[in-house]
Every structure is written in structure tokens, then in C-alpha cells.
């Protein structure tokens, strides 16, 4: 036998071990990508609509991966109350809070948000970025937003999603009497609807 | 067996086994005779891909990858129920509702495109063709199956007198006898007692029936035969949206027991005889066929009782039983619920298989019925645990019908078909 093959009988033998050690180590109850971080258990309900780890494919939802907990928590404290009115999200907001909120917000900002990859009007986005210079005193030139002022990121959130929020801040349907949320309402009063597909498309194309 | 018999045989049943190795495994009798694909470790069975054993197959993966994951499922597509109702009306083709389980595959679950046979809960082996598989824990997700014999001459008339409550070829079939139908004509559907797959589902058809005969054979009418006393779900926003469609002639409390396809007539239970061009007869139901064999339903010989944290049949250890084969359970047989049990079902095997306690996981409803070819209206249902029962905290329903309603619908679809397919 000659030494390169030897030596490569012996590299295998140590790969070999090195993977029964690694199987020992991992055990017979070897934790999925599930089980980590705490939260799935009270969360996986939401995967039917916000897909897999909270990465919607959908247009109308929102992607609720690595989404700061205090927002999350009250967005699901303003739908349970009536203040974010939803058919879909009244119910479920009062289950996840019956589960326990905090742990499904730290389920969801645990996650690795894949932004959205359906499709972007590209000639809309092109408009939306001239339309956005309005939104970036707030949200930033990409709309990045400022978390710690409570102030989302719309970058790679699904069209269908950020259109429908506009629509319902320009007609102060999401959380009436917010006093966190005037300014942008009546920001959004100065944007004519044709221009709300444009700004969705802008932002929903940032990464 | 020789060495090289059985690397070829572990080759054909490797989750990494390009299309011809499935092929192989899937139509080959010579294949499934004797443990034609002996367990190594811990392996989980999950018998129909549907949208409650497709997901658990997916899950059990994700939740722990060291579990071996067999996906016993004599289809290779997958064609989504939900919105198959809009192949009638025009408003969506079956292709657009049809889907592969190569995501399945991605995830490592190993597909065999069998029919079960049969299952020994005390030998922990399922039955397919001449050979068995063997398993640590299995999931049985059979669906529904058809009590023929409770309609007279339903069972010999099967290839004319179509239920297309499984979508696939029998809703294109459908679709086919609504669009050739002649201006004027009678098309009559008619509605099993409960308990039946997707309560709002024969609503829904109702609707997009009506609206592509208004539309379309403006003349033609639509009777529907319901065995049931009133429209089963969503009644009052139903009940508004036909008021656009004066072609419905809705008849509550018949129960139709009886089809002569050569004369077109169905007959009702108090003998009411109802003269037909096309009918749609979606006859009553039970769970798949599997459940029956296996002794896993109740004393009503219909549906599985199940424990409702881990989904376990009360009747066998080992066997869970998830989606619409279930009872007992304040759920609909929803596409939503079922996807749900399959979740909650991966997650308390994975955990058994591990030696670990089962988490409280209660499940959700989302279900959107399109009243038109371009609105809609929803209900959710949310629950919890309580004493280790399923209980119901609230029920929600759209204010009406619209095109919001039926823009997050479509937003739904997207989502959940991921969430089961991969």
C-alpha cells in the first residue's frame, strides 16, 4: 500500500471518528431548528399565513422575522383590542397573547428575515423612490426606519402589505387616537392614492 | 441479499435518489416485497401527503433532522383544494393549483408513491403492496372517503355522477360539464350531512357556479339539495351573496339518497324526485379508507378520536391521526386546521422519539370562501387547551364580502402552500 494511500485511509478513519463524536455529542434527541429559541411552540401557528419562521410569501402579509419585539407586541395588543381592526388578526392576536406575547415576539425576532422576493413593479418602485423623499425624515432614505423611536423597517416588506397599511394610516384606520401616529397620518393625507402601489413598490425592492 | 443488491436498493431509497430511483420505488412491485427499505434508526411513517401529512413530513424534519421520513402517497401532485372551487367558475385553471413535492424532497422526507395497504400497530409495519416498512411512530393522514353505498346507484354511476370533492381529475371533469351544459339547463348540486370536509366548501361552489351561469347561461338554473337544515358556515354573509344570483334555488332539509344517472334524477328522502342536466353530488363521508381498516375510528365507524395534544389515536400507541380523518375535535375539516395538526403532531413525535414531553400547542383556523370571481368572505377560529381538550376561545367573520377579503385570501395561499410544501 503506499503512503498516499495510507495517509488517506488514516484521514478517513479520522473523519469517521470525528462524526461518531459529533453524533455522540448531538445525542438521540438531537434539538431541530425548532426548538431553539423559546417561542415556536407558542408561534407556529402563524407560519400558516406568515410562512416558515415568519418569512411570508404572501403579498398582503406581513414578514414578521426579526421583527424588534415592542413592536410586534403592540401591533398584537392593538389588534386584540379592536384598535388595528382585522377579522384575521383580532383572534389571532388574543390567542398569542393568551399563549403569552413576549415569547412569540422573541420567537419572531429570533429569525432571519428573507425579504420579499415576489414580484416588484420595477417601474413603480422607480417612481416610489422620488415619492419616498417624504417618508425619509422618518423612515430613511431606504426606510431602515429607527427602532428605537418605535419607527418600523419597510425594507423587503411584501407590496400588498405596506399598501394596505398606507390605505388604513391616510384613512385613520389603524389605531385611532395614536398620538404616536398623527404625524404620519397626516403626512399620508398629502399622498394621493395612485402614489401609494408606487412608495409599496420602492420600499418592498429595499434591502 | 448480495452487497450490490443492497447498495442499489439503499441508492433507490436515498432521499438524495434522483426521479428514476423514485420511479423505481414508487412502480416497481418487485420492489415492495418483504422490508424492502429496513429502518436503521428512528424512523417516522406518515401515510398521505395531503395538506395535514404533508406538513407533519415536513416538520418532524425540521424539528429534529436525525429522524429517518417516509411519505407514503400514491400521487405525485399535489392540487390544492382550497380555490379548486374557482376552476368551475373559470376563475382559476387546476395548473395554477398543482404543485410538486420536490420542497418535500429538499427537506430530506422520502417520498414512496404507494398506496398503504394495510398497518400492524402491534408489529409497527405498514403494509404497502407485496412488502412492509417498518416504524418507531406512524402518522395516518388519510382524509376523506366516500360512503357510496348511502346513496342508491351512486356506486355504479361513479364515472358519470362526479363529487369532485377531491380536487384532481374530477374537478376538471366538472368544470367541463358546467361549461357544456346548454343555456337553460339544470344543474343540481347536492350537499351531505355534516360532517364533511370543508364545511363553508359546498357554499363556496354554490357561488361560483351561480356566478358562471349568470354570466355565461344566463336561462340556466342551479338547485341545491342541502341534507342539512340551513347553510352549514359563514350562513348570514352566504346568505347575502346569493341575493346577487336569483338563479339559486336552495333547498335546505333534503337529503338526497338516490341517483338514476340514465334517467338524470336524483330522489330526496321523502321521495321528492329532482330532474337534472349536470349534477354534482358530493356524497357523505368518512375518514380514508386506511382508518377504517386499521380500527382507528370511533364507534360511529367515521371518523379517528385522537388525543388532542399529541394527536395519538385513543384505539393504538404509536399512531397518530391528523387532518381531516378526525373527530371529536371542535375544528373544521379545514386545509388550515389540518396543516395546524400537522405541525402539532411533528412537534409531539419529534419530542416523544426524544424521550421529551410533548409541548401544549393549540390549533388555528383560517378559511376564506370567494362569493364571486372577484370578493370574498373569511371566518377564523382560534383555540386553546384546557383539562387537555381543544376549546374554542373565539370565532371571528368578515363584516361582508369584498376584494380585500379576497386579496388576503390569495396572500393565504401563498403562505400556507409554502408552509406545507417547503
Known sequence: MSLASRRGIATLIVLYASLMLVGLAAGPAAAGPLDPPAGYAKAFTCSACHGFGGNSKGDTVPILAAMPPPYLIKALKDYAAGKRPSTEMEPYAKMAIHLGAEDVAAYFAAQKREPWAGRVDAAAAARGKTAAAACAACHGVDGRGDIARGIPDLRGQPPGYLENQMRLFKADQRSPGDEALKAPKAMMQTVPDATLADLAAYFASQR | ?422
Request: hydrophobic fraction near 40%; glycine fraction near 10%; proline fraction near 6%.
Open chain 2, 1 to 422: 441479499m448480495s452487497a450490490v443488491a443492497a447498495l442499489t436498493r439503499r441508492r433507490l431509497l436515498t432521499g438524495a435518489a434522483g426521479t428514476a430511483g423514485l420511479t423505481a420505488l414508487g412502480g416497481c412491485a418487485a420492489s415492495t416485497k418483504g422490508d424492502f427499505a429496513p429502518k436503521s434508526g428512528r424512523r417516522v411513517v406518515v401515510i398521505g401527503g395531503g395538506w395535514a401529512g404533508a406538513t407533519a413530513a415536513r416538520y418532524v424534519r425540521l424539528h429534529d433532522p436525525g429522524i429517518e421520513v417516509m411519505l407514503v402517497e400514491p400521487s405525485r401532485q399535489f392540487v390544492s383544494c382550497p380555490f379548486s372551487n374557482l376552476v368551475l367558475s373559470g376563475v382559476r385553471t387546476l395548473d395554477s393549483l398543482t404543485f410538486d413535492y420536490a420542497g418535500l424532497r429538499r427537506g430530506g422526507v422520502r417520498l414512496v408513491h404507494e398506496t398503504a395497504g394495510a398497518i400492524d400497530p402491534a408489529a409497527r409495519r405498514v403494509r404497502l403492496g407485496e412488502g412492509y416498512l417498518e416504524y418507531d411512530r406512524l402518522i395516518v393522514a388519510p382524509g376523506v372517503d366516500f360512503q357510496w353505498e348511502q346513496v342508491e346507484g351512486l356506486a355504479a354511476a361513479q364515472d358519470r355522477v362526479l363529487h369532485a370533492w377531491k380536487a384532481g381529475p374530477q374537478t376538471a371533469r366538472l368544470a367541463r360539464q358546467l361549461h357544456t351544459m346548454q343555456d337553460g339547463g339544470v344543474f343540481v348540486l347536492t350537499i351531505p350531512p355534516v360532517a364533511y370536509r370543508c364545511p363553508p366548501g359546498p357554499y363556496e361552489r354554490v357561488c361560483q357556479v351561480a356566478w358562471y351561469l349568470k354570466t355565461q347561461k344566463p336561462r340556466a338554473k342551479l338547485i341545491v339539495l342541502d341534507a342539512n337544515p340551513n347553510i352549514v358556515s359563514k350562513t348570514a354573509l352566504f346568505r347575502a351573496a346569493w341575493q346577487a344570483y336569483p338563479n339559486i334555488d336552495y333547498r335546505p332539509g333534503n337529503k338526497v339518497v338516490k341517483v338514476d344517472a340514465g334517467a338524470r334524477e336524483v330522489t330526496t328522502e321523502v321521495g321528492e324526485r329532482v330532474r337534472y342536466d349536470v349534477v354534482n353530488l358530493i356524497p357523505p363521508q368518512r375518514a380514508g379508507a386506511i382508518a377504517v381498516q386499521a380500527d382507528l375510528v370511533g364507534a360511529d365507524k367515521r371518523w379517528c378520536e385522537v388525543n388532542h395534544v399529541t394527536y395519538e389515536s385513543v384505539k393504538h400507541p404509536g399512531v397518530h391521526v391528523i387532518g381531516d380523518a378526525t373527530g371529536g375535535l371542535p375544528v373544521p375539516k379545514s386545509g388550515n386546521v389540518a396543516n395546524a395538526m400537522g405541525k402539532i403532531c411533528a412537534s409531539a413525535v419529534a419530542h416523544l422519539l426524544g424521550g421529551r414531553t410533548p409541548p401544549v400547542m393549540p390549533p388555528g383556523n383560517t378559511c376564506y370562501s370567494w362569493v364571486s370571481d372577484r370578493e370574498a368572505i373569511a371566518v377564523v377560529n382560534v383555540y386553546k387547551i384546557e383539562g387537555g381538550k381543544v376549546v374554542q376561545i373565539e370565532q371571528k367573520l368578515t363584516r361582508g364580502q369584498s376584494a380585500a377579503v379576497a386579496r388576503n385570501s390569495l396572500g393565504w395561499a401563498q403562505s400556507i402552500w409554502g408552509d406545507v410544501l417547503g
